[in-house]
């Protein structure tokens, strides 16, 4: 017998939600196979089974509170019964609420460049088949792209349908050609007139990003500074040499490895910048670990590079693609995202022009990059069309001066318009 416990949290999470069991009990059970969710305040863990052997019991039902180390349910010897078929329910309409998951640690406010989408859209969907044995992220997916359960390739160890099989499904032709329900949609036929409203409780993640954020702008003195990089010296240096950079490191060369260099050495230059406030205290961290906004299937989360000071690009390149792997897996623990001392986030991903970030406390300052528009700009006495971006930097003015920060972006700018110093380390 072996009992199925609550990972050990870290120190800044107390207790999490069990979202979902993967197996029932008399079920049989593999080594290493996932067989609970459970969500915190951070991140998503997933409870492996540590032996072979069948279900014997569970002591938590999903929605249910639990803390670190706390028992979930018992696996004992046997082979236990095949796992069922999710019942081939009755035909019901798409939309069943789900648990959202969208979360980012570092979301930005008035936001210029685009427009946030909120899923008010109340048509129906084609009826499919209700599965229960549905993750919450899987569900998601599925209720997103309009996709039938049933009519999808399932390969996971209970025929079940795991993420990668959600994210590689295509919707038939019919489907796709109308829009794909709200996950908070209505079950039921909307009148015509009708002004429908649904009461959906905040995931545990989302309450805890709520919290710090109206935390850091009722406690920090929030202001930002703007400048803008003519980003075409940058784009040269990463066309010129990128074939030979992929050959020998197995990576493209992007310009976030570009900014995180170019921010680690304005921080080496205005070390208040990296530092954070305790009380009446201000601690000035001897150490560079930057915060870098990956997407996920949940939204934005924020993995940490450590001591980036003793990291080429290539060494930065990589480890942001390994973090945008397990973003997309549900793999980040909370270990990945713990700390940090500085944080860059890039709304220009998706179009923002310009916006000022929230910092993500207890650190002081955040750098905003946003896309890059072709404008005309004055250089060498003519008007010529250059790949400009606006960059932004909010900081904590209790402990910032605004000199300090916007000597520390015009750094930022001027090594980016310069890219060779970050390559010779002048």
Do not use: C
């Not at 929605?63 to 028992?71: A, K, P």
């Not at 009826?127 to 993750?135: F, G, H, P, Y």
């Not at 897996?329 to 916006?355: H, P, Q, R, V, Y």
């Amino acid at each position: 017998m072996a009992e199925i416990k609550v990972p050990v949290f870290s120190e800044s999470v107390s207790e999490g939600t069990l979202l979902t069991w993967h197996k029932k009990p008399g079920e049989a059970v593999k080594r290493g196979e996932v067989l609970a969710e459970i969500e915190t305040d951070k991140v998503v863990l997933e409870v492996t089974a540590l032996q072979d052997g069948v279900l014997q019991s569970i002591a938590k039902q999903e929605g249910d509170t639990v803390l670190s180390e706390e028992v979930l349910g018992v696996v004992g010897e046997g082979t236990g019964a095949a796992p069922t078929a999710a019942p081939a329910a009755t035909t019901a309409p798409a939309g069943t609420p789900a648990t959202d998951l969208t979360a980012g640690p570092i979301p930005t406010e008035q936001s210029a460049g685009g427009t946030a989408t909120h899923p008010d859209d109340l048509t129906r969907a084609p009826a499919t088949e209700r599965r229960e044995d549905l993750s919450p992220a899987v569900r998601k997916i599925i209720t997103e792209k309009g996709l039938n359960p049933g009519e999808v390739p399932a390969t996971g160890p209970r025929g079940n349908i795991t993420k990668a099989d959600a994210m590689g499904a295509t919707a038939p032709a019919a489907a796709q050609a109308t829009p794909a329900a709200s996950s908070i949609q209505p079950a039921a036929t909307v009148p015509a007139g009708a002004r429908p409203e649904q009461r959906v409780p905040m995931t545990r993640i989302r309450a805890r990003i709520a919290e710090r954020l109206k935390e850091v702008q009722n406690t920090a003195a929030l202001l930002t500074t703007f400048n803008e990089v003519n980003m075409q010296p940058s784009m040269d240096l990463r066309k010129k040499y990128q074939d030979q950079f992929v050959k020998k490191h197995g990576v493209k060369l992007g310009f976030m490895s570009l900014f995180v260099r170019a921010a680690t050495e304005a921080l080496k230059a205005f070390p208040v910048v990296n530092a954070s406030v305790d009380g009446k205290e201000v601690i000035y961290h001897g150490y560079y670990d930057v915060g870098i906004a990956v997407a996920s299937d949940r939204g934005l989360v924020v993995p940490i590079l450590r001591d980036t000071d003793g990291m080429g690009l290539a060494d930065i390149e990589k480890a942001i693609a390994a973090y945008a792997e397990k973003a997309r897996s549900g793999k980040l623990t909370m270990e990945d995202m713990a700390g940090g001392t500085f944080s860059i986030t890039n709304g220009g991903t998706f179009g923002s022009m310009m916006s000022t970030p929230i910092i993500n406390a207890p650190q002081s300052a955040i750098l905003g990059m946003h896309n890059i528009i072709e404008r005309p700009i004055a250089q060498n006495g003519q008007v010529v069309i250059a790949p400009m971006m606006y960059i932004a930097l909010s900081y904590d003015h209790r402990i910032i001066d605004g000199k300090e920060a916007v000597q520390f972006l015009v750094m930022v700018k001027n090594l980016l318009e310069d890219p060779a110093r970050l390559l010779l380390d002048l």
